[in-house]
């Protein structure tokens, strides 16, 4: 069976040759042969840019290509050769992205500004430092399942804040203390601007009777939920320190450890997201992750 990094080769293939054509992620995820969930982690890890980047790198670059050394050509058919809906939005998307608008880059291109704001290409391009097996110290576990309470964020990164309070008012409407519910991040994207969408679950984990006593309230709650997270195999490691150095060995599990033990097809991935329990909420300075990817 092919290796997880050959098959989205297949992915990029797929890209360059339809650049005019919607490139969603569950199109790209089944060419993959990967859940959905999963997709966006991969990709990063294994080409170390967002696939929405990597997919606007190729057509600024095709834009500007044909914008650059035609004269005559219309904005509007670039636009549509770029794979955008119309004119206005090309217009507004390229002129963010390179600082000229699509008319005055035909008239006037600034190639060394337009590839200096290629940030695309400067991320492929640069040296990536791989981790070490030991220093991730991935194990592979059997849990149980556990109930839990979750609120969905589906909305800008720089509303998170606002999500993780209602749930702590949560919690202390239910008397679901941080020692005894346990916490749990449900993961659906590798990292998000302030101004992107950024999709996470935040959960706390329940007993059954807490479940069933919270029902009257998750019923008709437009934010809370019933959730779970379901019994079986996971790749799991424990992590102290920086939001940088743990996106790193999230890069290791998805892009090493996970393409390794794909090539022998012992290894598939639960139509699950990436979870992260949080470990000593109450105590800033000693907060961990346990990370935990859920397998078939």
């Given amino acids: 069976m092919e290796k997880i990094s050959?098959?989205?080769?297949?992915?990029?293939?797929?890209?360059?040759?339809?650049?005019?054509?919607?490139?969603?992620?569950?199109?790209?995820?089944?060419?993959?042969?990967?859940?959905?969930?999963?997709?966006?982690?991969?990709f990063h890890s294994l080409f170390h840019t967002r696939t929405e980047d990597y997919i606007g790198l190729l057509r600024n670059l095709e834009a500007a290509q044909q914008l650059g050394f035609d004269k005559t050509i219309p904005i509007s058919t670039v636009a549509e050769s770029a794979g955008f809906g119309s004119e206005a939005s090309f217009t507004e998307a390229f002129t963010k992205a390179i600082g000229q608008s699509p008319s005055q880059f035909q008239l006037t291109p600034d190639w060394g500004n337009f590839f200096e704001k290629q940030q695309p290409l400067k991320t492929l391009s640069e040296g990536h430092?791989?981790?070490?097996?030991?220093q991730v110290n991935i194990e592979l576990v059997e849990l149980e399942a556990i109930p839990l309470i979750a609120i969905e964020h589906r909305t800008q990164a720089q509303y998170l804040p606002q999500t993780i309070e209602a749930m702590r008012a949560f919690r202390q409407a239910h008397q679901l203390s941080p020692d005894t519910s346990r916490t749990f991040n449900f993961i659906y994207q590798s990292a998000a601007e302030p101004l992107q969408q950024f999709n996470i679950d935040i959960a706390v984990s329940v007993t059954q009777t807490q479940k069933a006593?919270?029902?009257?309230?998750?019923?008709?709650?437009?934010?809370?939920?019933?959730?779970?997270?379901?019994?079986?195999r996971y790749a799991t490691f424990l992590h102290s320190g920086s939001d940088e150095d743990l996106n790193k060995k999230v890069k290791y599990l998805y892009g090493t450890w996970l393409n390794e033990q794909s090539q022998n097809n012992a290894i598939q991935l639960?139509?699950?997201?990436?979870?992260?329990?949080?470990?000593?909420?109450?105590?800033?300075?000693?907060?961990?992750?346990?990370?935990?990817?859920?397998?078939i």
């Fill in 129 to 134: 430092d791989e981790l070490m097996a030991d």
């Fill in 213 to 232: 006593d919270l029902r009257s309230v998750t019923d008709v709650s437009d934010y809370f939920m019933e959730s779970m997270i379901p019994e079986g």
């Fill in 6 to 42: 050959q098959r989205f080769e297949h992915v990029l293939s797929h890209i360059d040759n339809n650049l005019t054509s919607r490139l969603d992620c569950k199109l790209l995820a089944s060419i993959a042969q990967v859940p959905e969930c999963h997709f966006d982690f991969i």
């Fill in 270 to 295: 639960k139509t699950l997201p990436l979870i992260f329990e949080k470990l000593n909420i109450t105590q800033p300075q000693q907060i961990k992750t346990r990370v935990y990817l859920g397998l």
